[in-house]
């Protein structure tokens, strides 16, 4: 049997990071990686295999970076882990030993087994597997109408770039009254659906599918409640995730409600010794502590660098008290982003806030070829002016825009200060140093705080 300083059981963004810094914190420490496929993806690239990119090599992933700074990386699926041996066993009867264990498995599709059809052929969901997707990938070659049940950024991603094939009708099915919901307020998830339906996507919100149709066990439309029937060569089911954390259980690891495994502050689980990051790993929200249910490659790569050099002791304190979570995305050339509070969230958590937004353009002067409308958006505490959330859209440059609102968010940061942030401008990447949009939005949001607090 072999014994390793530390194995990481998975090959995604949060395990390849993990391996990476722990490599270069302790290079006289032995790495194992563990994974299930010989090929990894990108996952937030998996909706641009279908059009952008146009193939599945173009998105591959790999722990490269791990494996030249000295670590050892096996394809061979970990099926049984022995907490208290500090052992494992992988599926071809191997055994291997640790000093430190890492969770790194990820998350895997919501399976509706509640909607009759759900498992006739040519029922598909976008798992984080490069087999099963290059397989989808070429099984969509020939299918013409295509149906997509969830608006979310998965849903809606796949959806608009299916799309852009002018000889695919392609349908979009969500619940919930608008599109990207879960992440943006109503104003902006407002914006993102219509972006969707100007990309040729035929978007039916409020709408839920009662059955998968088929015949011979084959596809061929979707029943939706109190709607007329959609014909349907292939339905794509992208209703959101779960931890992948079966082994985990198994092993006798603490679980929260939502299927995650429970950390503390440095991943750690309830055995000191093993750890957990990711997707599978407990995330708790930066403003109420509460179990959240954020999965993205950007805070899980964020908590496996704080992992990585602590696993043999906390080296550096971690610059975060809980998940903010930062989403971005690109509808029909549109960028959107949001981090933390806003209308949605502060109401399910109780939490009281003023908004403030100022809209320009991302170029100065805004005749300069290539210009785009930019809004900036701020969410505020109403007692001191910190800011507790924001939401950017226009340009591409919101995508960066939003990591600015985001370490506003997790340090702290009041519309005070914001509004004296010293920033560097130039007529082809900025807009205008009198009137950059997060500033003039920290300006209206100190101009309603006076209002208020008269």
């Not at 014994?3 to 790495?31: F, H, M, N």
């Not at 914006?191 to 061929?220: M, P």
């Amino acid at each position: 049997m072999k014994k390793y300083d530390v194995i990481i059981i998975g090959a995604g963004p949060a395990g390849i990071i993990t391996g990476v810094t722990a490599k270069k914190q302790y290079p006289e420490k032995s790495v194992l990686m563990i994974r299930e496929e010989d090929k990894g993806l990108v996952p937030c690239g998996i909706p641009y295999i279908f059009y952008n990119l146009n193939s599945v090599e173009k998105n591959a992933m790999g722990p490269k970076p791990f494996i030249d700074l000295g670590g050892d990386v096996i394809t061979d699926p970990v099926i049984d882990v022995n907490v208290k041996e500090k052992t494992l066993k992988v599926e071809s009867g191997a055994d291997f030993s640790f000093e430190k264990l890492v969770f790194a498995t990820g998350s895997r599709p919501v399976i509706p087994s509640f909607i009759p059809g759900y498992d006739l052929k040519n029922v598909y969901y976008i798992k984080k597997s490069y087999n099963y997707i290059n397989n989808l990938f070429n099984e969509l070659q020939d299918k013409k109408n295509i149906v997509i049940v969830g608006g979310g950024f998965i849903g809606a991603e796949v959806a608009e770039q299916l799309a852009m094939h002018t000889d695919k009708k392609v349908s979009l099915i969500e619940s919930e009254d608008l599109c990207f919901s879960k992440a943006f307020s109503n104003e902006l998830s407002e914006i993102a659906t219509e972006q969707l339906r100007k990309a040729n996507v035929d978007v039916h919100t409020s709408t839920l599918v009662e059955e998968v149709l088929g015949e011979n066990g084959v596809v061929t439309g979707v029943k939706l409640k109190g709607k007329n029937d959609i014909k349907a060569d292939a339905v794509i089911f992208a209703i959101g995730y779960k931890p992948n954390t079966e082994i985990a259980k198994k092993a006798g690891l603490q679980i929260n409600r939502v299927g995650a495994i429970i950390v503390d502050n440095y991943e750690r689980s309830s055995e000191h010794y093993i750890c957990a990051v990711g997707d599978c790993s407990q995330t708790l929200g930066f403003l109420t502590g509460r179990c959240d249910y954020i999965m993205l490659a950007s805070t899980a790569t964020a908590e496996a660098r704080v992992l990585g050099y602590n696993l043999f002791g906390i080296k550096i304190k971690k610059g975060f008290s809980g998940t903010i979570g930062i989403f971005s995305t690109e509808i029909n050339g549109l960028a959107m982003a949001a981090a933390g509070l806003n209308e949605k969230n502060a109401k399910f958590a109780n939490v009281e806030f003023i908004s403030a937004k100022f809209s320009d353009v991302d170029r100065h002067p805004g005749t300069l070829k290539g210009t785009s409308p930019l809004t900036a958006k701020l969410y505020l505490s109403p007692s001191d002016g910190t800011i507790l959330g924001g939401e950017v859209w226009g340009g591409k440059s919101a995508g960066e825009m939003i990591n600015t609102i985001g370490l506003a968010i997790q340090k702290g940061v009041t519309v005070y200060e914001l509004m004296s942030l010293q920033v560097g401008t130039h007529p082809l990447l900025t807009t205008a140093p009198t009137k950059p949009v997060i500033i003039k939005a920290a300006e209206v949001a100190i101009s309603k705080l006076r209002t208020l607090n008269k």
